[in-house]
Each structure stands twice: as structure tokens, then as C-alpha cells.
């Protein structure tokens, strides 16, 4: 079935440092995209979105861009901070009322 | 954005026991889903909750291991039946809100010895 996943299960960056953390989707279909992050033991917060019709979006601190062609999805943290350790997940969904599709999850570690 | 609450947020069962998880959302919802999270794993969909009829089950689970209940737009819960070390796991809950974002509960991490 159609999946996601992401390039690397870990990273580490030094505080200060701009992170990207990668994601590689198979559905062509999908249309929309959502990065979560989930501390140790809590459930996943949702960080920002984009759909298909979109190639970039911005938040705090945050960037999410999209490339249909290559079926990539990435998202940027600008000057991260320790407190954005944690795990990152992408998700798709192709259908609105469906549940969204996850990829493994990359950890982010952030020293000081 | 929807706030949604779990309960229990932990426990641990004996074997072949059974455990019953409540998700509470803040606000009336069309859509509720059910998670299951191994330690260190993604998000694996369990079933879709369904209001007012029977949930619909991903492959690889079924109602009888994992009953669900939607008596309405803001409440549903998992059951999780005659269970085994292999249960141990994290589960989730999430609500679908506005523009088809979906927003987690804190979990439920259970234990099953």
C-alpha cells in the first residue's frame, strides 16, 4: 500500500543551527501534507501544513516545502533550539474524512 | 484547533485481561481515528470511528480484539480485549478539524505483563 517514509531516522545539530528534516511520500494522489511533533510521552502535535497546490509554507520558525515532482516533502526549523528535540513525523492524505498515512519518524536531537 | 483528552493516560494489565480507553474531544467532530504506536515506531491506523455505525478496521485488526465504540460526535473509545505482552503499546486518538487537520489526544501507554 502507499507509504511514507522519511530519509534519516536520526539527526543531531547544534543549538543555533537551521535543521531540515526530509520526507519521501509514494502517493501521487495525496493533496494534503502535515508535519507533527512528538515529545517523549506525548502524543504528536501538529506543526504546520501544506497542500498540494502549494510548494512552500511558512510558520514560526518553520518552513515546509513540497516537491510533487520527486514526491518529497521537507521541513525546515530555523535556529533551533533544544526544546525542539523530539521526534518528527510527516503524514499525507489523500482523501478529506480519511486518516492520514505516517512516515517512520526522524529524531531530532538539539545540543547546547 | 480541537483538544482532545485520554483516559487512562497509562496502565498496566495483566494478561488476558481487558482495557477500555476514552477519547474526549473538546468540540463536536465528524471524523475520530485510533492509533496504535510501538515503542519507538510510527503511527499504525487501527480503525476509523464511526458515528452512529460500526468503525471500519484496517487490516490486521478486528472488532473482537479491538472493539469501538462512537455514541456521539465527541466521545469514543477502544477496547482492547484479552490482552497479551504483544498489546503493550501507545495508543492514540485523533479528531479530524477544520480543513481535514487532525489533532492527537496524549495517548494511553499501556503495559501488559
Known amino acids: 500500500g502507499e507509504s511514507v517514509g522519511l530519509h534519516l531516522p536520526t539527526l543531531s545539530v547544534q543549538e543555533g543551527d537551521n535543521s531540515i528534516i526530509n520526507c519521501a511520500y509514494s502517493n501521487s494522489a495525496s493533496d494534503y501534507f502535515i508535519w507533527y511533533k512528538q515529545e517523549s510521552g506525548k502524543g504528536p502535535q501538529f506543526i504546520i501544513d501544506?497542500?498540494?497546490?502549494?510548494d512552500k509554507r511558512q510558520g514560526q520558525r518553520v518552513t515546509v516545502l513540497l516537491n510533487k515532482t520527486v514526491k518529497h516533502l521537507s521541513l525546515q526549523i530555523a535556529a533551533t533550539q533544544p526544546g525542539d528535540s523530539a521526534v518528527y513525523f510527516c503524514a499525507e492524505n489523500y482523501q478529506a474524512g480519511t486518516a492520514l498515512i505516517f512516515g517512520k519518524g526522524t529524531t531530532l536531537s538539539v545540543s547546547s | 484547533s480541537a483538544v482532545i483528552s485520554q483516559k487512562p493516560s497509562r496502565d498496566i494489565c495483566q494478561r488476558g485481561t481487558s482495557l477500555t480507553i476514552q477519547c474526549q474531544v473538546d468540540s463536536q467532530v465528524t471524523m475520530m481515528f485510533w492509533y496504535r504506536q510501538q515503542p519507538g515506531q510510527s503511527l499504525t491506523l487501527i480503525a476509523t470511528a464511526n458515528q452512529g455505525s460500526e468503525a471500519t478496521y484496517e487490516s490486521g485488526f478486528v472488532i473482537d480484539k479491538f472493539p469501538i465504540s462512537r455514541p456521539n460526535l465527541t466521545f469514543s473509545t477502544l477496547t482492547v480485549s484479552n490482552m497479551s505482552p504483544e498489546d503493550s503499546s501507545i495508543y492514540l486518538c485523533?479528531?479530524?478539524?477544520?480543513?481535514?487537520?487532525?489533532?492527537f489526544g496524549p495517548g494511553t501507554r499501556l503495559l501488559v505483563l
Open positions: 485523533s479528531a479530524e478539524g477544520q480543513g481535514e487537520t487532525q489533532y
Open positions: 501544506i497542500r498540494s497546490n502549494m
